[in-house]
């Protein structure tokens, strides 16, 4: 079965420190990924996404992710982290031959001290 | 700024009693989604449709229910309430099944 995992649960970073989150899957086939972010009290919304082609995408606030195929990863990262960068992170993928449907890892959740 | 809407955003409420809740999407999204979350746990789909009067079962088993009589609405019910039914309920849609997933803010149902 299909299935997605965070290697952290939680991460507490300084301001300007840099980020890098780690997300693996386990599917053969080919995927569409994604990296969901939940502010405090605020909605899931879509960080960044990859389709096919290049294989690092670039993402809202500065965040950027890399797909490794052979690796089955797409790790997310940021050159240097804002306060405002405190909040819950989804990495989550759909196989094409999963009619749409979406598998989340846990989340890691990412405290930026001021 | 959401254009999925979730309703009640917060529930507490007494074992037994049937619960509805509601979710509406203004953005003509055929595909629909409902997702579990407990507390520092990862999203498991329990219902999806893609479309009018489709429903499927999602990957986690659920007691709940859903029906999808309009594109905009996806409620999801529960008969009767049970503790085990603590959780948050997100509800999400996309206009197809490879775009992204708009999310709801979610219902916290707390079950006494």
């Known amino acids: 079965a299909q299935s997605v995992s965070q290697h952290n649960h939680h991460v507490i970073l300084s301001e300007a420190a840099s980020l890098e989150l780690g997300c693996n899957y386990s599917y053969g086939g080919t995927v569409n990924l994604f990296w969901y972010v939940q502010y405090p009290g605020q909605h899931l919304q879509l960080l960044l996404k990859y389709f096919s082609g290049d294989p690092l995408v670039k993402g809202i606030k500065g965040f950027e992710a890399e797909f490794i195929k052979s690796k089955f990863s797409f790790n997310l990262r940021k050159p240097s982290v804002q306060w405002s960068d405190t909040a819950e992170y989804f990495c989550?993928?759909?196989?094409?031959?999963?009619?749409?449907?979406?598998?989340f890892g846990q989340g890691t959740e990412l405290s930026v001290k001021p | 700024e959401a254009d999925i809407y979730q309703t009640p955003r917060y529930l507490v409420i007494g074992t037994g009693k049937k619960i509805t809740l509601e979710c509406s999407q203004t953005m003509g999204h055929d595909k629909m989604y409902w997702y579990q979350q407990d507390p520092g746990m990862e999203l498991h789909l329990i219902h999806y449709s893609y479309g009018v009067n489709s429903t499927e079962k999602g990957d986690l088993s659920s007691e709940s229910t859903v029906s999808r009589i309009r594109t905009e609405h996806f409620p999801l019910t529960l008969e009767s309430a049970r503790p085990s039914h603590t959780s948050q309920y997100l509800c999400?849609?996309?206009?197809?099944?490879?775009?992204?997933?708009?999310f709801g803010d979610g219902t916290r149902l707390s079950i006494l």
């Open positions: 989550a993928v759909n196989a094409y031959d999963q009619g749409g449907k979406l598998i």
């Open positions: 999400a849609s996309s206009p197809s099944t490879d775009q992204p997933q708009h």
